[in-house]
């Protein structure tokens, strides 16, 4: 089975290492570098860096089903595998393949069809994730399901944690369809359009935290943010980051967004549409991640202080 591999970021990586331990890839396709960090210096991608770890020979296309037709059909392979590619894929890029394009999607679809799948689970407070493989077609994650899997979403898991369990669930997943494929047992479901929901991509904007909310809703809202672009809120001039917390009292203490208790015995406790919840673990910008009870002994707030933009 000639297979060829395209993703970008850190999930294709993991999902391609798991293939090519049961399925050797014979190529890999990323995107171009990117000029990133304060330098502008060159940043190959992770699926990239994964590939060439394993020996795997990369290609790099700004647009492949523009540039790089002719190289992916000189390669003929059986299957190709995307993951977090990021392109939108032509009809004729998607004839190449004898057996078609199977794409891993970190969600059960038909729900949470776009870019943010895995930070939208947890958004919403979904008691199960998942991801789906699926064959590849021009609408986003429209195609026909080949199968799903799915985990329970654990207790105060973030976006990351839920980020990597996936991946590797993903590489799981994508081993068992291709030996389908090749065993000639696949079988593809059509998705139920009317039960589609779409994610776009999240900005950094996205994080800013908005305090007229239940306590599960803003525990839902930083697990979801967290690594990026992280739940964040303003304490004066700075960003004040938060990524933990914890319903306290249904007590209404003060306004939506103030501070109502800045102890360290107490810690960080602002009031929120239901009660007051304390913010359990922050980081003030320029300083290091802490918990509120350390943040406290070194940067005094006095309650009644409001959280958020002046």
């Known amino acids: 089975m000639r297979i060829i591999f395209m993703g970008t970021p850190d999930f294709s990586a993991t999902v391609l290492e798991k293939l090519n331990g049961k399925y050797p890839v014979i190529a890999a396709v990323t995107n171009p570098d990117r000029p990133a960090g304060r330098g502008n210096s060159l940043r190959q991608s992770a699926l990239k860096l994964k590939a060439l770890q394993l020996g795997i020979p990369v290609y790099q296309f700004e647009k492949v089903s523009r540039e790089g037709l002719e190289q992916i059909e000189a390669l003929a392979p059986d299957i190709i595998v995307t993951a977090a590619f990021g392109q939108i894929l032509s009809e004729r890029f998607l004839e190449?393949?004898?057996?078609?394009?199977?794409?891993?999607?970190?969600?059960?679809?038909?729900?949470?069809?776009?870019?943010?799948?895995?930070?939208?689970?947890?958004?919403?407070?979904?008691?199960?994730?998942?991801?789906?493989?699926?064959?590849?077609v021009r609408e986003v994650d429209a195609?026909?399901?080949?199968?799903?899997?799915?985990?329970?979403?654990?207790?105060?898991?973030?976006?990351?944690?839920?980020?990597?369990?996936?991946?590797?669930?993903?590489?799981?997943?994508?081993i068992e369809a291709i030996g389908l494929v090749e065993s000639g047992k696949a079988t593809f479901t059509p998705q139920d359009p009317s039960a589609a929901t779409?994610?776009?991509?999240?900005?950094k904007a996205d994080g800013e935290i908005n305090f007229d909310k239940t306590a599960?809703?803003?525990?839902?809202?930083?697990?979801?943010?967290?690594?990026?672009?992280?739940?964040?809120?303003?304490?004066?001039?700075?960003?004040l980051k938060v990524f933990g917390v914890q319903k306290v009292s249904d007590d209404v203490l003060g306004?939506?967004?103030?501070?109502?208790?800045?102890?360290?015995?107490?810690?960080?406790?602002?009031?929120?549409?239901d009660g007051v919840a304390r913010l359990t673990e922050v980081q003030l910008e320029g300083a290091k991640r802490m918990s509120d009870s350390h943040f406290l002994r070194g940067h005094p707030v006095k309650v009644g202080t409001r959280l958020g933009r002046a």
């Open 216 to 239: 599960r809703q803003l525990d839902f809202f930083v697990r979801g943010m967290t690594p990026w672009p992280s739940a964040y809120t303003y304490l004066g001039e700075k960003t």
């Open 143 to 174: 195609g026909d399901i080949l199968l799903s899997k799915r985990v329970k979403v654990l207790e105060k898991e973030t976006a990351g944690g839920l980020f990597d369990r996936l991946a590797d669930l993903g590489g799981e997943a994508i």
């Open 96 to 136: 190449i393949p004898k057996f078609g394009v199977l794409n891993v999607h970190a969600s059960l679809l038909p729900k949470y069809r776009g870019a943010s799948p895995i930070q939208w689970t947890l958004l919403n407070g979904d008691e199960y994730a998942g991801v789906t493989i699926m064959r590849t």
């Open 198 to 203: 779409f994610c776009g991509v999240i900005s």
């Open 255 to 273: 306004a939506i967004g103030e501070v109502v208790a800045a102890t360290s015995k107490d810690g960080l406790c602002v009031q929120l549409a």
